[in-house]
């Protein structure tokens, strides 16, 4: 079954610091990589995702990486703000299924 | 406005007693997929559903049941739930059609926190 390791598990950053996570795979049929946030009580939702056609995207503070060769890609917060403060997943998959880690708990303090 | 709506947010039940909680996309996705999350597990995939009258286990089937009769529906069924059931359940969609579940966004509903005692 293919893994998601997703490190760290928790990280806790000063306000207007850089936010970084990482996301390792296996093989994967993604031809597409996304980054999901969620927060208390809601849902995960879509926050930036990446083609592996390019090595990385840009929207506002946040950037994704992949390096495909290392079979890992990144989400890099710039100015990590008290509201970034959320859990953050990054999807793999397995045959048809679409399989999450268990997260990266992100805290900003102010 | 495009969404994935769960029914019902909270259920508390009890042990044994058959509930079904709901969801509905109106995005004509044609993958949907029932996850549960657990504090420390991530998000855990139950069932699964390619199209309609389509549909296969995830990692964690035991004890649910699931019906895709119709495009925009996708029930998750407990028949004798238990206490290990208590969880944080979310049905999510993707579009699929000539890029399959791996192309595009999932869009999640907003969970139901479900509670068997």
């Known amino acids: 079954q293919q893994q998601v390791k997703q490190s760290p598990q928790s990280l806790i950053v000063q306000k207007g610091g850089i936010s970084i996570i990482n996301c390792a795979y296996e093989n994967t049929a993604f031809d597409y990589f996304p980054w999901y946030q969620q927060f208390p009580g809601k849902g995960p939702a879509l926050l930036i995702a990446i083609r592996p056609d390019v090595s990385e995207k840009k929207e506002g503070r946040f950037t994704i990486s992949f390096n495909k060769s290392a079979k890992q890609f990144s989400l890099h917060i710039m100015d990590s703000q008290p509201g970034d403060s959320a859990t953050y997943f990054c999807?793999?998959?397995?045959?048809?299924?679409?399989?999450f880690g268990s997260g990266t708990r992100l805290s900003i303090r102010p | 406005e495009a969404q994935v709506t769960q029914n019902p947010r909270y259920l508390i039940t009890v042990t044994g007693k058959k509930l079904t909680v709901t969801c509905s996309q109106n995005m004509n996705h044609e993958y949907m997929s029932w996850y549960r999350q657990d504090p420390g597990l991530g998000l855990r995939q139950i069932y699964y559903?390619?199209?309609?009258?389509?549909?296969d286990k995830g990692d964690v089937p035991e004890g649910y049941k699931v019906s895709r009769k119709e495009k925009r529906n996708f029930p998750l069924i407990l028949e004798s739930p238990s206490p290990n059931q208590t969880s944080l359940y979310f049905c999510?969609?993707?579009?699929?059609?000539?890029?399959?579940?791996?192309?595009?966004?999932?869009?999640f509903g907003n969970g139901t926190r479900l509670t068997v005692t």
């Open positions: 999510a969609s993707s579009l699929s059609p000539g890029q399959g579940p791996y192309n595009s966004p999932l869009h």
């Open positions: 999807p793999g998959s397995s045959a048809s299924k679409i399989i």
């Open positions: 559903s390619m199209n309609v009258e389509v549909t």
